[in-house]
């Protein structure tokens, strides 16, 4: 069982590098190249601003996986923990109570569909953020309600 | 519906912190901690757990009287 989760573990991690070093490729890209050489149109500074901070995020997040998942790798304990804390029957009832699997995919969905809106209507863009934004903040104050009341 | 534990007590006993215990039993230190102020009601499972692991019966860990009247 551990030696599936282990394997399960150096997935994640391999996953988590390649969208490390994507998040970097994204915001280089994003900035030297898109905005200043080879834009043939005027460029929404607060599409590209957003972009760039959201890769970045995304960038952030897979690093600290990253390091999480190498330590856990290489001390039992550590990996044992974080299989605990995977598999945890209270964290999972936390989760579901906090309608948080589904809400997090449909604010990323919604965040997507608002950048690409953003290349065609810019209100639609800023209303797509909002609704993913308040929606995301709803399930993470959920979560930390049950997190203290259960 | 709030069961009643002597987990604390048994750690005491054994000299055990929540998160040996927590490892032990495969859960963590924050569902311990839960159950042990009687904000959580264990699984069956988890109660086995414990409870095998201090080589007791459930209801030697949990007190159930409360369900029963």
Known sequence: MMEKFRKKIVISTIISGIINLAAVGLCIFDHLIISEKISFQPVNEMLLSFQTGLVLGIGMVALMYTIKNRKALRDPKELQILYNKEHDERQQLIIQKAGMPMMAYTSGA???????????????FYTLIAAAMAQLLVGLSLKLYYSRTI | MKVKTCIKELR???????????????????????????????????AYKIAHYFNLSIEEVFDFTDIES
């Open chain 2, 12 to 46: 005491k006993q054994h000299k055990l912190s929540q998160e040996e215990l927590a490892l032990a039993v495969g859960t963590t230190r924050q569902t311990i901690t839960s159950i042990e102020v009687e904000k959580y009601t264990a699984s069956l499972v988890l």
């Open chain 1, 110 to 124: 919604m965040v997507i569909a608002g950048v690409i809106a953003g290349y065609y209507n810019t209100i639609v």
